[in-house]
């Protein structure tokens, strides 16, 4: 299975406002030092991509740095040729042209009023709004992943649609001004589960997810750093109010939805269909563990899920699993160590990062006895 990480919230920010402003026709984009709190890291993990450890990435082309001094704008038209990735090389490649024009002196070079202008071409603005649509398919499909502190798509439009329902029940306005602070209270205290202190609402991805399906139109972003985190908040307005389904979403970036519909089985708490081992947790919610886009994890766990089905002793040798897999697969297990293999990829890849019910699944090979364990459980504290 392979692992999509998050970009980084400040590379969504400046991706939705560069596609807002596409949609005046603006030719460049022009970030001001002013305009954004700690400018270095912010152009770092936007134009530079240096905190980015996505497989997909956002490239954005500058084509000038400038400034104004003593009232006369001097522009640095970047070229090709020069070798500059980072915030500090453009800034002392800039500092040192503007003192070669005896512009200015060491002393006032850090208090210039300094802007990057950004190419927003009609194709690169195409590229970057087709990287996003597959970024965010990724998102709405559940393929991104972290390290035990992922929150689905559903739970994220859950919480979105319960935020917006409570303002607009109470106050009834036209626009609503919404940050990621108060999405992450709603989930915290919704879901028990979200306690640890790094979980938070993937709040940029939500919102670029809703502009881009026209569900929501995007009217003002605003950006502030404290206590060295970046804050997010936007102004918004539901243009469909009966469209925060998850089913309108998937449609509206035509994505297949692959999560039919099923019934939970009256003897236990979990069932498998689909390529999914899904459970029913104790609030009523379903969480599940997806095999549907890795065959080699799927064909492994299917071998003992199908032991598991016909005897619920959770003891198997490796004769068996590989008569299992041979008998399910149609194919051969053509080396019992890719047993270990296969399944320490799927606990670190499947497995874990899904906390909520992780330890549903006992699976390990017990060495003294020379058998694996594979047990399926409930356990009361989901």
């Known amino acids: ?91 002392t490649s800039f500092s040192e042209y503007l003192k070669s024009k005896n512009d200015i002196t060491d002393e006032n070079v850090d208090q210039i009023p300094l802007t990057i202008t950004l190419s927003n071409t009609k194709s690169q603005a195409k590229n970057l709004e ?32 319960e935020y917006m329902d409570k303002v607009l029940r109470i106050y009834n306005p036209k626009y609503v001004l919404i940050s990621p602070k108060d999405l992450t209270g709603l989930l915290k205290e919704k879901y028990s589960f979200v306690n640890e202190e790094f979980t938070d609402y993937k709040f ?10 026209r569900i929501i139109d995007v009217y003002d972003l605003e950006i502030e750093y404290k206590d060295n985190k970046y804050n997010y908040s936007v102004t918004v307005g539901l243009k469909e109010t009966n469209s925060l389904s998850n089913e309108t979403i998937r449609e509206r970036f035509k994505l297949a939805n692959t999560r039919s519909i099923f019934v939970m089985p009256t003897d236990r708490s979990y069932t ?80 874990e990062p899904k906390h909520r019910i992780k330890d549903n699944v006992e699976w390990r090979f017990e060495r003294k006895l020379g058998t694996w364990i594979f047990k399926i459980m409930m356990k009361s504290s989901n």
């Open 272 to 351: 498998y269909e689909n390529s999914q081992l899904i459970f029913r947790l104790t609030d009523g919610s379903t969480d599940q563990f997806d095999f549907s886009r890795a065959e080699k994890s799927r064909k492994m766990f299917e071998a003992f899920y199908d032991l598991w089905k016909k005897d619920n002793s959770g003891e198997y040798s490796i004769e068996q699993i590989c008569r299992s897999y041979k008998q399910i697969n149609k194919e051969p297990l053509e080396q019992t160590t890719k047993i270990g293999e296969t399944v320490t990829n799927i606990r670190t890849t499947i497995i």
């Open 204 to 213: 940029m991805e939500m919102v670029m997810t809703l502009w881009i399906a």
């Open 1 to 91: 299975m392979h692992l999509h990480h998050y970009f980084h919230p400040n590379q969504l920010y400046l991706t939705l406002e560069t596609l807002l402003k596409t949609q005046n026709r603006l030719d460049n984009i022009e970030l001001p030092r002013s305009s954004y709190p700690n400018f270095s890291s912010f152009v770092d993990t936007t134009v530079f991509n240096r905190k980015s450890n996505n497989s997909l990435t956002l490239n954005w082309d500058i084509t000038s740095i400038s400034t104004v001094v003593r009232r006369r704008e001097i522009i640095k038209p970047l070229k090709e040729s020069e070798k500059i990735d980072c915030y500090k090389d453009l800034f």
């Open 130 to 161: 087709s990287i996003i649509n597959q970024y965010i398919s990724l998102f709405v499909d559940d393929e991104l992943v972290g390290n035990g502190r992922d929150i689905n798509f559903n739970t994220h439009l859950d919480i979105f649609r």
